[in-house]
């Protein structure tokens, strides 16, 4: 089964730090997304990367930015983090479905 | 912009009730997939229907395509506790393949025992 792999379930960051959520898929897919839950919302997309080094912006990309330097690896970066940026974030790998990680919940304090 | 709508919102029922889930929408879809999402977890993958007026049976649940892949609907037979959780579908553009899937906004489900 592939796995999606999350670097941390919990995190908390003061406004105004910089974050990085990591995220390592082991089954050599190519593509690979970020989407932030919120409640009432549903799963926004954040951007995803269809190779090393692409990526492409999704529904809601202001205030983030992604590295994609190894095919598993793909990082959402929150350059200056911020309180309206608490939530829940959840990276997905694919060839037919998705596979998600188990979610990093972000609280920005 | 396609869009998915999920309904209910929300639904609480009893151990053994039916229950049946809509997501709808005014877009085709090449197909569409369902997912369920526990607390503290990622959705999980439950199956993908591809063909108009496809049904799918999972054990309790089943799952069917309209035929004109514009809406789709779980219907979840004797409802068991374990079947708690967020119910998601999401749709792929019929003009791509199963980048960028679209999110309905999901279904919480509480089954009580």
């Known amino acids: 089964d592939v796995k999606v792999t999350q670097s941390s379930r919990y995190l908390v960051k003061r406004t105004g730090e910089k974050v990085f959520l990591e995220c390592v898929q082991d089954?050599?897919?190519?593509?690979m997304f970020w989407y932030r839950q919120d409640p009432g919302l549903g799963l926004r997309l954040i951007y995803f990367?269809?190779?090393?080094?692409?990526?492409e912006k999704g529904d809601i990309p202001e205030g983030y930015s992604v590295s994609r330097e190894k095919k598993e690896r793909f990082s959402l970066i929150l350059e200056s983090a911020s309180t309206n940026q608490t939530s829940m974030y959840l990276c997905?790998?694919?060839?037919?479905?998705?596979?998600f990680g188990s979610g990093t919940r972000l609280t920005v304090v | 912009t396609q869009l998915l709508e999920q309904s209910p919102q929300f639904l609480s029922i009893q151990e053994g009730e039916n229950l049946t889930v809509y997501c709808n929408s005014s877009?085709?879809?090449?197909?569409l997939q369902w997912y369920r999402q526990e607390p503290g977890e990622g959705p999980v993958l439950l199956v993908t229907?591809?063909?108009?007026?496809e049904v799918k049976k999972l054990k309790r649940l089943t799952f069917q395509f309209g035929d004109a892949r514009k809406d789709s609907s779980l219907h979840i037979t004797a409802a068991q506790p374990g079947d708690t959780g967020l119910y998601l579908c999401?749709?792929?553009?019929?003009?791509?393949?199963?980048?960028?899937?679209?999110f309905g906004a999901g279904t919480r489900l509480a089954v009580h025992p």
């Open positions: 999401a749709g792929a553009p019929s003009s791509g393949g199963y980048n960028k899937l679209i």
């Open positions: 089954m050599d897919h190519e593509n």
């Open positions: 990367s269809y190779d090393v080094k692409m990526k």
């Open positions: 997905a790998s694919s060839y037919y479905g998705y596979t």
């Open positions: 877009s085709v879809f090449s197909s």
């Open positions: 229907v591809v063909t108009g007026g």
